[in-house]
């Protein structure tokens, strides 16, 4: 099995490298991965400027690629001109911090393994759903059960799956759960701030609103203790509403 | 009512200043756009950079803000802080060039409106399907006929409507079509070549692989003649392999 192995935190994340070592013991893997962190630029790519690429080491042996662009451009450069085979599987991870509800639209993380679905191979998006906890260890080796268990399988076109661990270990995680994407909101707001030069400028500040923690979520298993299991797919079409404005 | 209008091609762009004078007419409607061109930025957010604003003026008069953030982050950004109430509706674009197909998943033009979408305000992202034309006036003033038809009902929360006009006029145009987003896929290579100081860079060379424009779907509809209205959603679930994997 060939994996390639993106993320958003950088090359240089601990959550990508620990992943890289569990995965190392069932697949050859390359990895393919931004320079430095591209948190939250959503399925972004690079069409107006050149990307560049730099070989990558760990312990003195050429592993994979960092490259100036995106998790999505790194996929798509990865598939077209780094990697002498496609790969069997993409996976992207480990992130640090969740990527649930509308998380899953503005995360770089997700979008490399939706690169990798839009171009035919089964994909999964990894994030280590706490913003304290850095010890991916139970995650990276999971991650290696799920790969054998998921995307040796077939999965349907254009689909991936979404996966999100709680912040336990292998003895106090409750199981996995199939979940679908809650609502999971932001409120944001942002600081309107001076710098030194006297003028202004703004700053995000968002804060998850968890009050829509719906039975059978993404959320609401990760805060059960579960390892949640998302598929979603590229079709953003609202058949509901399409059904409904047809007939009118 | 009040609309608040963005888009990715920059806040100089020929679409946005077209459809800003068509919108006027039925709208109090304040432009925050980013201050050059964000093509294929997908949903991406900044929240590691301060956001720059700067007042911008159209025939002496400020009718709005550019930003040195994407076009969610104006959308974002807008309405938190810059706009004194709540807009009505957010309409992003128009466009030059379709955003159909997987499309919709890398367009800063439909990121802009799908964080209005998220906001809970009607939203549209409006688009010129063609590569040639600059003729914005029959899709601008259309535009304006389409939001007081559609976004002055309300539509489920976090929904929001991709239009794509056909490069035609009032008398050629064949109508509305409600689509669905299609396959439409990309065939991508990298160019590989070599810089001034000889290093090695890659540059994306894309093209639309039309051939699965199936009846019904966005690009179907365009290549028809038809103004393609795609109700899309922020729910990225695969709801059929949901009900798949929960059965195993």
Not at 22 to 29: D, F, G
Not at 55 to 72: D, H, L, M, Q
Not at 166 to 195: C, H, M, N
Request: proline share 5%.
């Amino acid at each position: 099995m060939r994996i390639l192995l993106t993320n958003d935190d950088g090359i240089y994340a601990e959550g990508i490298l620990a992943l890289y070592d569990s995965l190392c013991a069932i697949a050859e893997v390359t990895i393919v991965a931004p320079d430095s962190e591209r948190s939250a630029v959503g399925h972004g790519i690079t069409i107006s400027d050149p990307l560049r690429v730099k070989e990558f080491k760990r312990n003195g042996k050429i592993v994979g690629y960092c490259s100036s662009g995106t998790p999505a451009d790194c996929v798509k450069l990865g598939v077209n001109s780094l990697v002498e085979q496609k790969p069997d599987a993409v996976v992207s991870g480990i992130n640090a911090g969740p990527n649930i509800g509308v998380n899953v639209l503005y995360s770089g993380t997700v979008s490399g393994a939706m690169e990798g679905a839009l171009l035919g191979i089964p994909s999964m998006a990894v994030s280590l759903a706490s913003w304290t906890s850095n010890d991916y260890s139970f995650a990276a080796h999971h991650t290696a059960v799920l790969v054998k268990q998921f995307l040796e399988q077939s999965l349907p076109p254009s689909t991936l799956l979404n996966v999100n661990f709680p912040p336990l270990d292998e003895q106090s995680y409750k199981g996995e759960k199939i979940t679908f994407q809650s609502r999971v909101a932001w409120t944001d707001t942002y600081d309107q701030r001076t710098d030194p030069g006297n003028r202004r400028y703004y700053w995000l500040k968002g804060e998850a609103n968890d009050t829509l923690h719906e039975d059978g979520s993404d959320a609401k298993a990760v805060q059960q203790g579960y390892v949640s299991i998302t598929p979603i797919h590229c079709d953003m079409t609202d058949w509901r509403l399409y059904e409904k404005l047809k007939q009118k």
